[in-house]
Nanobody, 115 residues
Framework: EAQIVEAGGGLVQIGGSLRLSCRVN????????MFWVRQAPGKGLEWVSSINDSGDIQLYRDSVKGRFTISRDNTRDTLYLQMNSLKPEDTAVYYC????????RGQGTQVTVSS
């Protein structure tokens, strides 16, 4: 059975860091480009970052460039998102997805950045 499971969210102060992880089963993780998307309160899903199958190409939305780092471990079928220098506008539910629109995504993990 195909499964996408995110973890690692939480409550953090402005300027803090979190590392999200996403375990993918049954979806041929190793040959897929993978994505992080997020949904802030009252807003739609937005693409955050993506990484190609081999992990050597990473893309980021402008607002997170220089603060977030996407990576993957194909031996563990796991995707990561290291988030540093967090801001209140990063508050959202973060999803791991197999497409940039987030149509095929996990249940998400809540990230809340507060002062």
């Amino acid at each position: 059975e195909a499964q996408i499971v995110e973890a690692g969210g939480g409550l953090v102060q402005i300027g803090g860091s979190l590392r999200l992880s996403c375990r993918v089963n049954g979806l041929q993780f190793r040959i897929r480009t993978m994505f992080w998307v997020r949904q802030a309160p009252g807003k739609g899903l937005e693409w955050v970052s993506s990484i190609n199958d081999s992990g050597d190409i990473q893309l980021y939305r402008d607002s997170v460039k220089g603060r977030f780092t996407i990576s993957r471990d194909n031996t563990r079928d796991t995707l990561y998102l290291q988030m540093n220098s967090l801001k209140p506008e990063d508050t959202a539910v973060y999803y791991c997805a197999t497409d940039p629109l987030g149509d095929n995504r996990g249940q998400g993990t809540q990230v809340t950045v507060s002062s």
